[in-house]
C-alpha cells in the first residue's frame, strides 16, 4: 500500500505562511480516502491546509490520538469545514484530565489541559464518535493500536500528567494513547500523536499484532522532551533495535530527544 502523509499543525514551521502552535495533526491520504489524525489546538489546521491547498472536506474520518486539548482543540473548526464524519476514538478521550505545575510554594498545581469541549457540543456540528479500545483495522492495512500494553520497565509515564480520583490526584493511565498503523510494501509507518503509552511499547505492539517486523518510519510526538533521563536513555537505546529508515519525531519529542547524537545514530 502506498501512502502520503502531510503534517498540518506541529510545534515549527517551515516555510513563509504557515502557522506553528504546541499541537499535533496529520492528514493520511491512501487509495480511496484520507484520514485525519488529531486536530491540533486549532488555531493552524484550516489556515495551513488552505495554505497547502488541502481540502479538509474530503476527510473521511478523523483519528483522535487521546484527549489532550493540543490534539483536539481544533475538532469544531474542522467540523465546520467537513460538515460532519465518523471520529473514532477511545472512551476515555472526554475524561478530565490536568497537568501539574509548579507553583511558588514547591508543590503541584493542577491545571485543566483535557478536551475543551463537551461531546454535545461536537456531535451537534456533525462528529460521530465510533468508541474503539482494541487493535483494529479501518481501512485496508491501516490500523488503530487501542490500549497499548504496558510492558517496559522504563516507559513510566510522565507524573504530571494527572487525573482526579475522589479528592486527590493520580497519574493519568492514558488508556485513550492511540496511535495509527500503516502497513506499506516497506514496512510499518506509525504516526504517532503523544506516545503517553511508551514510543517502545507502541512500536512492540504494532509489530506483535501486524506480524511485520520491519519499522520503516516514525512521525508524530514522542514525549521524550519531558521525560527523565531514566525513560530518555533507555528509550534511545530500545529505539535503535528497530532500525528505523525515516524517523520524523516532532511535537513533544522535545529537542533533548531529537537531536540527541546517541539517537540520530540509532535512528
Given at each position: ?16 505562511g504557515f502557522l ?6 496529520a492528514?493520511v491520504?491512501?487509495?480511496?480516502q484520507?484520514?485525519?489524525?488529531d486536530?491540533g489546538q ?6 495551513n491546509?488552505l495554505?497547502?491547498r488541502i481540502d ?9 490520538s487521546h ?6 482543540g481544533?475538532?469544531?473548526a474542522?467540523l465546520?469545514?467537513?460538515g460532519?464524519?465518523p471520529v473514532?476514538?477511545?472512551p476515555d ?9 509548579p507553583?511558588?510554594v514547591?508543590?503541584g498545581?493542577?491545571r485543566a ?9 461536537l456531535?451537534?456540528?456533525?462528529a460521530?464518535f465510533?468508541?474503539l479500545?482494541?487493535f483494529?483495522?479501518i481501512?485496508?492495512n ?10 517496559t520497565?522504563?516507559e513510566k509515564?510522565?507524573?504530571?500528567m494527572?487525573?482526579r480520583?475522589g479528592?486527590?490526584?493520580v497519574?493519568?493511565?492514558f488508556?485513550?494513547?492511540?496511535s ?6 516497506k514496512g ?7 506516545a ?5 511499547n507502541i512500536?512492540?505492539?504494532a509489530?506483535e ?5 520491519r519499522v520503516?518510519a516514525v512521525l508524530?510526538g ?6 527523565p533521563?531514566?525513560q530518555?536513555?533507555?528509550s534511545i ?6 532500525d ?13 530527544g531529537r537531536?540527541?547524537r546517541d539517537?540520530q545514530?540509532?535512528l
Open positions: 500500500m502506498e501512502c502520503k502523509i502531510t503534517v498540518l499543525c506541529e510545534n515549527t514551521v517551515h516555510g513563509m506553528g502552535e504546541h499541537g499535533f495533526a492528514l491520504s491512501i487509495p480511496g484520507n484520514i485525519l489524525f486536530t486549532g488555531f493552524g489546521l484550516i489556515h491546509s495554505r497547502l479538509l472536506r474530503d476527510v473521511s474520518r478523523v483519528v483522535l484527549g489532550h486539548a493540543d490534539h483536539v481544533g475538532l469544531p474542522f465546520e469545514i467537513n460532519g464524519c473514532l476514538a477511545h478521550v472526554f475524561r478530565e484530565r490536568f497537568r501539574l505545575l507553583d511558588t514547591g508543590e498545581k493542577p489541559n483535557g478536551m475543551p469541549w463537551t461531546q454535545s457540543h456531535t451537534t456540528r456533525g460521530q465510533v468508541w479500545r482494541d483494529s483495522e481501512a485496508p491501516v490500523f488503530i493500536t487501542g490500549e497499548v500494553p504496558r510492558r520497565a522504563f509515564g510522565s507524573p504530571k494527572v487525573i480520583r479528592d486527590s490526584f497519574q493519568d493511565p488508556l485513550d494513547d492511540f495509527l498503523v500503516l502497513k506499506t510494501s510499518l509507518v506509525v504516526v504517532l500523536g503523544c503517553h503509552a511508551g514510543v517502545v512500536l512492540n505492539h509489530i499484532k501486524t506480524g511485520e517486523k520503516y508524530g514522542t514525549h521524550l522532551g519531558l521525560s533521563e531514566a530518555l536513555n533507555p537505546e530500545a529505539l535503535k533495535e528497530f528505523i529508515q525515516m524517523p520524523a519525531l516532532s511535537h513533544c519529542t522535545g529537542t533533548a537531536r540527541s539517537c545514530a540509532g
